[in-house]
């Protein structure tokens, strides 16, 4: 094998198209996914690789020190993609700890051991870090966000994202571990968990249910599909320069409020629903405490240095996540009753 990689957070949404990517594309590589499977970690969103033969599947946590280090002496990782962590904003306002736990201790955790592990050798290991816009803060009605602009998270969840920013770039600094980072916009596409604002609603349309809209939907979020950000850190992964940090997004900037009509129209059409009929579900309530205005990536960086450009329109996108939700409604009926423990247990007994 070229190289033997540790993916967290693997059987996540951007984990679950991380680890596909990279198992599929480099079939001489080994992959090993670890993967605590909270609520948000799903295996059925691997099901069509889980028997390669460069691929294995590790339950595990990436706070437990002890359980890490043992995984490194097995496996002798060269490489390690970081992808797990809590990714909800609302549910860091609620349980702010939570986030302080995986997404710091959990990246420590994995700096101290892959640095332990590497110390002989760091030539040709790579730590990548994957890590969000948020850390940047908020955004006015101009500007964008680039790899200079200064550190300024708002909620607990992009605070603990930029402090496990700062360990990162800390352990390069104090210790010459072979680090890369990505800070990507608002993701979407298939396998996206239904709490986050577009799978969401993609459920409550499908059951005729009120699709919450925070405040007056006027908050802008940048839009990428999720696997041209895969495409980009492959790319960031082999290309990149140790030590640098590239910005991902997609230039596509839209209001919560514009987004969900685009999504309305479309799904009026394509559960032959008469035109109008998805938007009368649209409800505004209560605003996100704290909730940043607008997030706008600048990715020249990105397109100058590495030539990566995201590939597909916002409206095909959509069309394309949407026609995957129709398509999965058994995967999105699991996801909802949380019965895709059960496909664990039975995948995995005994293991
Ligand atoms: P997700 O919530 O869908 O998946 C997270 C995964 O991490 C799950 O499989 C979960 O089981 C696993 N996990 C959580 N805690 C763990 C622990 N202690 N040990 C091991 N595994 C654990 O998240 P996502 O949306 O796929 O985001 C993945 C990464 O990308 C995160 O670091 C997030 O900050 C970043 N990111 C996300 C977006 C986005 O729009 N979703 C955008 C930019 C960056
Ligand atoms: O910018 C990257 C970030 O994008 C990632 O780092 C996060 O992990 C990811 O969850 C996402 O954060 P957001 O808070 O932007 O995503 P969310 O889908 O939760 O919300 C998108 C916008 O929609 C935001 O302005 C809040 C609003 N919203 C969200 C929900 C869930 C609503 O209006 N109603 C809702 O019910």
């Known amino acids: 094998m070229k190289r033997t990689i540790l993916i967290t957070g693997g059987a996540g949404f951007i984990g679950s198209h991380l680890t596909r990517l990279f198992v599929t594309k480099y079939p001489d590589y080994k992959i090993v996914n670890l993967d605590k499977l909270t609520y948000a970690g799903n295996l059925e969103n691997l099901k069509d690789i889980e028997k390669a033969p460069n691929y294995e599947f590790v339950k595990g946590d990436i706070t437990d020190m002890g359980f890490i280090k043992d995984l490194f002496a097995k496996h002798q990782f060269d490489s390690v993609l970081h992808c797990a962590a809590e990714s909800h ?5 609620t349980d702010p700890l939570a986030f302080v736990n995986t997404n710091v201790i959990g990246t420590v955790t994995l700096l101290q051991v892959a640095k332990d592990s590497w110390k002989d050798k760091m030539d040709g290991k790579i730590f990548y ?7 940047y803060g908020s955004l006015g009605e101009e500007g964008f ?5 200064k550190y300024d998270p708002r909620s607990p969840y992009s605070a603990s994202k930029a402090s496990s920013d700062h ?9 010459k571990l072979p680090v890369k980072l990505s800070n990507c916009s608002n993701n979407y596409g298939p396998y996206h ?7 969401l609603c993609i459920h409550n349309i499908i059951n005729n249910k009120p699709l919450p809209i925070y405040g007056k939907g006027e908050n802008v979020r940048d839009w990428l599909f999720v696997e041209d950000h895969v495409r980009a850190i492959d790319v ?18 839209w209001t919560n409020i514009a987004l969900v009509k685009e999504l309305c129209k479309q799904m009026d059409s394509k559960l032959n629903r008469p035109a109008g009929t998805n938007e009368k579900l649209i409800t505004y309530v209560t605003d996100r405490a704290g909730h940043d205005l607008r997030y706008a990536i600048d990715a020249s960086r990105l397109r100058d240095e590495l030539g990566w450009m995201p590939s597909l329109q916002f409206e ?28 664990y247990e039975g995948m995995y007994a005994g293991r």
């Open 89 to 93: 904003v609302d549910r860091s306002i």
């Open 145 to 149: 966000f680039t790899e200079e602009t």
């Open 193 to 199: 968990f239904p709490e986050k604002l577009i799978p």
């Open 129 to 135: 870090h994957i890590s969000t816009d948020e850390v």
């Open 167 to 175: 360990f990162v770039r800390a352990y390069h600094h104090t210790y």
């Open 316 to 343: 095909e996108g959509l069309s394309r996540t949407i026609d995957w939700y129709l398509a999965n409604t058994e995967w999105l009926q699991h996801v909802t009753s949380g019965n895709y423990q059960k496909y």
């Open 236 to 253: 960031i992964f082999h290309k990149g320069e140790i030590g640098e940090t590239y910005n991902i997004g997609g230039h596509n900037e």
